[in-house]
């Protein structure tokens, strides 16, 4: 078959989802030649988004997790494109790219259009602060390497500042307020409790870990891990007080400032960094992108599609039933007895890289990381 007569599958997103998706029609329909598969993402590299809140303590190497997207695009089979999406035609069947900036300034890759057949939206959700006053400026979120990276490097500079001014602490100073006590706001306290005591063991000697840094969880729910069931919030919650992490339950935030924050029943928390990890929401460009109607491909009962296909769920049955021909019917057949109740990690679908890291340092990274001085450029939060 020509190239130009492939199907076009076109991926916006590189997280887990994308990029599984990516990988496993690559293998099947792209090293056939059945399809034309193509993964849009804003960044040049991936990492498993569970992952940040390590990242952002310190206690794992953003660099080591880091899988290069155009490397596993050559392993797998398909195409990707780096930008970020920021329009959509549907009659004309395209994606809109916005143009690409290097680290000077200067235009990397020009807009440009990539035209598609299918279409998957896989562009995750973000931290939602619902509109509360200081948020967006004075507090953190955890969506991305760069914010988890910011954190980080905020964190090592303020214990730094702490240990060589020569008067006592700011009432805020070396006070980390976490809002939202689901998994990521739970376990960043965990880590950040273990790595505040390795990082002050490396010279830091006019810090002493327990009685200067302070930890508080606040949560506007009854319980932490509202998710789960009661007895392992429970348990949770205990194992955070034994941690000394002070954790506030049934307390909704109204207010962040520069140095805390104040919840609707008027308690005022003071804090040097404050991280958002409270609600989700979905990535607010995709409200300036008009027309993105999305539906199920197998949804209708009467078995019609719409025109032209613009779909959110990443299975790669789903869409090799949308290539036409014999071939593609075996791969839905030979997908559909590999199918699993349970999605992989993206680390379990990047078999290429794998093999080639496992000769290199184990995923803990040592505490000298703590003063490793980073020349990527760090958005805001």
């Known amino acids: 078959m020509h190239a130009s007569e492939l199907h076009r599958v076109v991926i916006v997103g590189g997280g887990a989802g994308g990029i599984e998706l990516a990988t496993r029609l690559g293998d ?47 392993w797998h089979h398909f195409r990707f494109q780096l930008g970020e999406m920021d329009g959509l035609d549907r009659r004309r069947k395209v994606v809109q790219v916005a143009p690409t900036f290097d680290e000077d300034g200067r235009e990397l890759i020009p807009r440009r259009e990539i035209s598609y057949d299918t279409l998957v939206m896989a562009v995750g959700s973000l931290s939602n602060d619902f509109g ?38 700011a009432p805020e100073q070396l006070k980390v307020a976490i809002i939202g006590a689901g998994a990521t706001g739970v376990e960043l306290a965990a880590e950040l409790h273990k790595t ?21 969880i606040i949560e506007a729910a009854p319980r932490i891990l509202p998710a789960v069931p009661e007895r392992v919030s429970k348990a949770a919650a205990e194992l955070l007080r034994g941690l000394n992490v002070r954790v506030l ?18 308690t ?49 049955l789903v869409i090799a039933r949308a290539v036409r021909g014999r071939r593609a019917s075996g791969t839905c057949r030979r997908l559909r007895r590999r ?41 805001a939060a």
């Open 28 to 74: 099947t329909l792209g090293r056939r030649g059945r399809a034309r598969v193509t993964l849009i993402d804003h960044s040049r590299t991936h990492l498993w988004k569970p992952l940040l809140h390590e990242f952002a303590a310190g206690s794992m190497d953003l660099d080591y997790h880091a899988l290069d997207y155009l490397a596993q695009a050559r």
């Open 132 to 169: 509360t006053p200081g948020a967006r400026e004075h507090a953190i979120s955890l969506d991305t390497a760069a914010q988890a990276e910011r954190f980080h490097t905020l964190l090592v500079n303020a214990c730094i500042r702490a240990n060589s001014q020569p008067g006592p602490l």
């Open 196 to 216: 505040t005591r390795e990082l002050v063991a490396y010279g830091l000697d006019k810090i002493n870990p327990e009685k200067d840094v302070h930890l508080t």
């Open 249 to 266: 339950t049934g307390e909704r935030v109204t207010e962040v400032r520069r140095d805390g924050v104040t919840t609707a029943g008027g």
């Open 268 to 316: 005022r928390i003071p804090a040097e960094l404050t991280v958002w990890a409270a609600g989700i929401k979905a990535p607010d460009f995709l409200k300036d992108i008009g027309g993105l109607e999305t539906n199920r491909l197998n949804s209708s009962s009467s078995g019609r599609r719409s025109t032209p296909r613009v779909t959110r769920i990443s299975s790669p």
């Open 339 to 379: 199918r699993t109740s349970r999605p992989r990690t993206s680390r379990a679908c990047c078999r290429g890289g794998s093999r080639a890291r496992r000769s290199g340092p184990g995923p803990t990274a040592t505490s000298a990381r703590w003063f490793r001085s980073g020349s990527t450029p760090l958005s």
